[in-house]
């Protein structure tokens, strides 16, 4: 046998010889995070928007768990720490709008953009195409407008752009509406009415939690209808009003002083959609109960599951310090951890490193993900120490992603994520206990506690920084309206669901088919996936290229 197979199994064999196997949890592990995520995702806390009464409710529940471990309050004398949240903009009764005498509704007709200041205006409109100079491309819709004509008017300026709005248009550096709006107003516009008659772009959205006013009234036409005439020198006259709101909310944050050298940051967020009025993927925009059993009331179980171990008095883990936060405002923007890192003073010495759990309660087939491996070369190191059952690693680099242990890397502190995967579910009202897999739950906890007991003898965790995929990811207007199955390890996109009536759907593609090509662009993972959607715009047509079952299939997709 040659020498290097011999060698080759000697490592091997020796290896698993060394490993340890991740702790067991205290007793009755299961009914506990059973009775936390009951309580966190029950309906009567209403999906746990911030500024809530049942975002409240969750608070008083995890305080009351740390109480009992005796946890104390880590920096102020007050578990809870306390920041505001800008949340949606309001619009008072001051937004109206007539025209040609016959007024029109808020909402249904028109609204205030998050580019307009507050003001009353009356005036006559004048078109002015998009509003776009291009001198290089020897393009200027305000060409044949002279200033005279267009002193004191109301612009009325189409959202869309000469060659459309998508990643791939010539005019891709022109298409922000804010700079289009200053402009507009240097051109003399008293005001700005915002239409979207060529439909390639998004309406401008409702929607927005912070003002970036440009000194005048921006408004945008809901009504198609009225958005077509509104152009032809009619008199307008307009008022806007916005009212920026912000909520309280709180991080909770506990603290079991070991008095050793070293600290570990353990974290979860414990904020969620509320009735979906922001962020949620359901089919209808109907308020409902968005439970959030996964997102993110399993990651709170599971860190007070591992309060729980931790604090039980046994002696191995009184080599650390343990900091156990439960965030708010992750939902909004990671806000609640941003601003916890950003008020810990010299946060970068304090912290020996930081583990994020964010939906950790959806493990199918024993894969666990964990991001963040590059953050810290002793994390490879420490997770080679000891295996967990049956437990699958799907490891990856990147310091920065979608939840809180983001805000940590970048105070340069070593930071990893777990994660159970995507599914049908995210961010939706059916995200609900019942689907909750508490065997697996139990088995991420071991592997996170197995990598806690096995990093104790690393003196240090140098801090390294990592290639930020999300810096790279090519941008995109169009999708086909399915969930990717992020934990796809084989070539192409596995579809993990199909919303119903969207494009992949009217093409008769279902879950478990692998995208392996899309108009000429090659599928082999998720990024090629988004770089070839990033060649479409609404309305194109192309070719789609599956294998169901292994067999290879095409079809034509319209965006
Ligand atoms: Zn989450």
Redesign the pocket.
Request: net charge negative; proline share 0%.
């Given at each position: 046998m040659r020498f290097r197979i011999l060698f080759l199994i000697l490592a091997i064999g020796s290896l698993s010889f060394g490993q340890e196997t991740c702790p067991e949890l205290l007793k009755g592990a299961q009914t506990r995070l059973r009775q936390d995520i009951g309580t966190l995702a029950a309906d009567e806390l209403k999906g746990r928007e911030p500024g809530t009464r049942g975002i409240m409710m969750a608070a008083e529940y995890i305080l009351e768990e740390f109480k009992k471990l005796n946890l104390v309050p880590f920096m102020d004398d007050d578990y809870k720490q306390k920041f505001t949240i800008p949340v949606q903009v309001q619009f008072g009764k001051g937004n109206t709008l007539s025209v040609g005498g016959d007024e029109y509704q808020l909402y249904s007709d028109f609204y205030p953009t998050k580019y307009s200041a507050n003001e009353t205006v009356e005036g006559e409109t004048v078109f002015v195409g998009y509003g776009i100079v291009a001198p290089e491309k020897d393009y200027d819709d305000y060409k044949k407008l002279s200033s005279k004509k267009l002193k004191d008017k109301v612009f009325v300026m189409d959202i869309s752009a000469p060659d459309g709005i998508h990643p791939h248009s010539e005019y891709l550096k022109y298409h922000d509406l804010g700079e289009r709006i200053l402009l507009a107003k240097k051109k003399g516009a008293k005001a700005i009415v915002l239409i979207n008659n060529e439909g390639s772009a998004n309406d401008v959205s409702p929607k927005f939690t912070s003002i970036h006013s440009k000194g005048i009234p921006v408004i945008f036409i809901s009504n198609k209808d009225l958005a077509k005439s509104i152009g032809k020198k009619k008199k307008v006259a307009l008022s806007t009003q916005l009212t920026p709101k912000t909520v309280d909310a709180y991080n909770l944050i506990g603290f079991l002083n070991n008095k050793a050298q070293q600290t570990i940051v353990i974290g979860a967020?414990y904020d969620?959609l509320g009735m979906g009025t922001e962020g949620s993927l359901a089919a209808t925009n109907e308020p409902q109960i968005h439970n959030g059993a996964d997102?993110?009331a399993s990651?709170v179980a599971g860190m007070l599951e591992l309060a729980r171990n931790i604090a039980s008095g046994d002696s191995t883990w009184k080599a650390y310090n343990y900091v156990f936060a439960a965030f708010s405002g992750?939902?909004k923007g990671l806000l609640g951890s941003a601003y916890f890192t950003d008020n810990v003073p010299n946060i970068s010495h304090m912290f020996k490193y930081m583990l994020n759990l964010?939906?950790v309660g959806r493990l199918e087939d024993n894969l666990l993900a964990v991001s963040g491996i590059g953050t810290s070369d002793a994390w490879e190191l420490v997770s080679e120490k000891f295996s967990c059952g049956d437990l699958r690693i799907k490891g990856s680099s990147s310091g920065v992603g979608p939840?809180d242990h983001t805000n940590f890397y970048y105070k340069d502190i070593p930071a990893l994520h777990f994660f159970t995967g995507t599914h049908m579910d995210y961010h939706k009202p059916t995200d609900d206990v019942d689907k909750i897999n508490f065997e697996g739950e139990e088995m991420v906890i071991r592997y996170i506690l197995g990598l806690i007991q096995a990093s104790i003898p690393v003196k240090e965790f140098m801090f390294t920084p990592t290639v930020e995929e999300s810096r790279t990811a090519p941008s995109f207007n169009v999708t086909l309206g399915v969930m990717p199955d992020y934990m796809y390890e084989g070539e192409g996109m596995r579809i993990d669901g199909v919303t119903q009536g969207r494009t992949a759907d009217n093409a008769g593609l279902i879950a478990g088919d692998i995208v392996t090509q899309l108009g000429d662009v090659k599928v082999v993972d998720m990024m090629s996936y988004m770089k070839a959607l990033g060649q479409y715009k609404k309305g194109d047509e192309s070719t789609i290229e599956y294998t169901r079952d292994g067999e290879k299939m095409s079809a034509q997709v319209k965006f």
């Open positions: 967020h969620h997102d993110n990651g992750e939902e964010d939906m939840s």
